[in-house]
């Protein structure tokens, strides 16, 4: 039902049931806020989005507050500036003057809000919060000094990631935001997603820095420089340079990254595809064996980590290859260091990623051979960007230039699988295509093209079905649970930690909007119609990898290498 509200002493039309904040937004006028997120269940916490109702004694927030028939609101009324004005202020009274230092630069929402409200000067001091460092995560790195209490990520951690790593500790004015018992990050639940990073609005999450490391390297002429990027980098890259995507940008990055000083530049996607390649076949050997339990794929590493510490009977189904990441990798301290006579630990190798679990999952004990890491270091895509402006290249003046060989492309498969559903799908086609020696029909697989937090499809394969299931998210895992305990089965399951898979990973860049989520997620399917090459068994890279490469090599002859395990991880709760 729809009503006239006056804002401003102008008519709106205003819905029943929706909030002030939502019909002002609706109605072209913006109004700040710190606390809120949308999709989120609006807690009036922050304060900024006050506004002034004619009748009301206290100003109401907007964000939580229903819009009713009778209202007359203003929401930039002097009385309104002072409170957000205020608001702000005691926020910035005992925040650290480290502006020029911190991750968040330039792109800070306190920053913001303080430029928008023009507070030039500092009426209210208090006390500096104690400065505390957490430097204990592979991922993530938390200053205690910077947080604001808004709650962003401790909702982010508990409603969408569901493992609470994240709460309020303590009361009043020693209130403050950590992880179980207060302890550091590695002693907590954390699967180092980063989607806490994604929606903290100051620097109090940020990702661990690996540039200066990459810095040294590169300046070090006994090492030869490797990177790898995985199909999603290059658009984020674009985005986070200002740059308009297109599918030649890919190889313009290659010359942008032999610029700076990366002596060879591999696709990562060619690790996909070997990836997808040995799950097809694990899948395939276990639906001949008839086992009755569900082949796990194990490509996201936070959802691993999840598994190790809150479901560990589901271990033994794992898939058992390792990620993409983590099979170029091999690939680079085997194949290519006996290519170009180098031993492998005189090569560093670094991997561009849109996953902060990645740099935790570089530095587990099963990714390593013979004492050395399959990946040196991994950067995300904003630590890259950073990285290609720190070298002052040109981006509009680089010629493109392909990928190295021999890991020098990949299927449209590859790309599927930075969307969440496109890793289960991309297996599914691959093992049709393997057992029946004919291309899939796609329209089969659709139903895991939807965006809903669990999605399921029976593939049938003529002699057999093949059951297929998708959780979005770690929310669409107990959609899985009641399926599967109302005795549903299935032949493999794909579970993203990120809802909606990589394209939303927390190593992509912050200032995305959705409507560009929306359209990188397109840009995949779009090559997936169109592309000639669209499953790994098609790829020439991936033929010369299994039929030459790997069986010249003894040391990833029998493939084990591409394997790897996992165990119950105990932590505090």
């Not at 030039?120 to 208090?126: D, G, K, N």
């Not at 030869?224 to 940008?249: C, D, H, T, W």
Request: positive net charge.
């Amino acid at each position: 039902m729809l009503f006239t509200i006056q804002v401003n002493n102008r008519k709106i039309r205003a819905e029943k049931g929706e909030t002030i904040l939502s019909a002002l937004n609706r109605n072209g006028i913006i109004i700040p806020t710190l606390c809120r997120m949308k999709d989120f269940t609006p807690t009036g916490a922050c304060r900024i989005c006050v506004v002034e109702v004619e009748g009301r004694e206290n100003l109401v927030t907007a964000c939580s507050q229903p819009v009713e028939e009778w209202m007359k609101i203003r929401t930039h009324s002097p009385r309104v500036i002072t409170a957000r004005k205020t608001i702000v202020e005691l926020l910035l009274s005992n925040h650290p003057d480290d502006c020029l230092y911190c991750d968040k630069n330039l792109n800070c929402e306190l920053q913001k809000l303080a430029e928008e409200l023009n507070i030039r000067e500092r009426r209210i001091r208090a006390r500096k919060i104690k400065p505390r460092l957490d430097q204990s995560s592979h991922a993530i790195v938390r200053e205690l000094s910077k947080c604001i209490l808004c709650g962003r990520c401790v909702r982010v951690c508990e409603e969408v990631i569901t493992t609470t790593s994240l709460d309020f500790i303590n009361k009043g004015s020693k209130i403050h935001v950590g992880p179980s018992m207060d302890r550091d990050f590695n002693f907590s639940s954390c699967i180092n997603c980063g989607q806490c990073v994604m929606v903290c609005p100051t620097g109090a999450l940020h990702e661990k820095h690996n540039i200066n490391e990459v810095q040294e390297y590169l300046n070090n002429p006994e090492f030869m420089k490797i990177i790898q990027y995985s199909p999603l980098v290059a658009s984020g890259i674009a985005e986070e340079l200002g740059i308009r995507y297109n599918r030649e940008f890919e190889r313009m990055l290659n010359s942008i990254l032999r610029k700076i000083g990366f002596e060879k530049v591999f696709a990562a996607g060619a690790g996909t595809d070997i990836c997808l390649y040995e799950i097809a076949e694990q899948l395939t050997e276990k639906v001949k064996e008839k086992h009755d339990k569900p082949l796990y794929i194990s490509a996201c590493p936070a959802w691993v980590k999840y598994a190790e510490q809150f479901m560990p009977d589901l271990i033994p189904e794992l898939s058992t290859v390792k990620s993409p990441q983590q099979v170029t990798g091999i690939l680079i301290k085997t194949v290519v260091a006996a290519e170009t006579g180098i031993r492998p630990e005189k090569i560093f190798s670094v991997s561009a990623t849109p996953c902060l679990a990645m740099k935790f999952e570089a530095r587990r004990d099963g990714m390593m051979r013979k004492g050395i890491s399959d990946v040196d270091t991994v950067m995300t895509v904003r630590e890259l960007a950073r990285l290609i402006r720190l070298y002052g290249v040109d981006v509009s003046n680089v010629a493109p230039e392909p990928f190295d060989e021999p890991l020098s492309g990949y299927s449209s498969s590859a790309s599927l699988t930075e969307v969440s559903g496109g890793f289960a799908e991309a297996v599914g086609r691959l093992y049709l295509f393997m057992k029946t020696g004919k291309e899939a029909d796609r329209q089969m697989f659709r139903k895991l093209r939807m965006s809903v937090s669990f999605r399921e499809v029976t593939v049938n394969s003529g002699e057999e079905e093949l059951k297929i299931a998708v959780a979005d998210g770690l929310t669409g895992l107990e959609k899985l649970k009641r399926e599967q305990a109302a005795g549903k089965n299935y032949d493999l399951i794909e579970v993203m930690t990120c809802p909606g898979g990589c394209v939303n990973g927390a190593g992509m860049p912050f200032s995305s909007a959705r409507d560009e989520k929306k359209t990188r997620v397109k840009t995949i399917y779009l090559a997936d119609d169109t592309d000639a090459i669209n499953t790994p068994s098609k790829s020439p890279v991936l033929i010369n990898i299994y039929e030459k490469m790997i069986k010249e090599n003894k040391e990833i002859s029998d493939r084990k290498i591409f394997h790897t395990h996992f165990e119950k991880r105990d932590v505090l709760l």
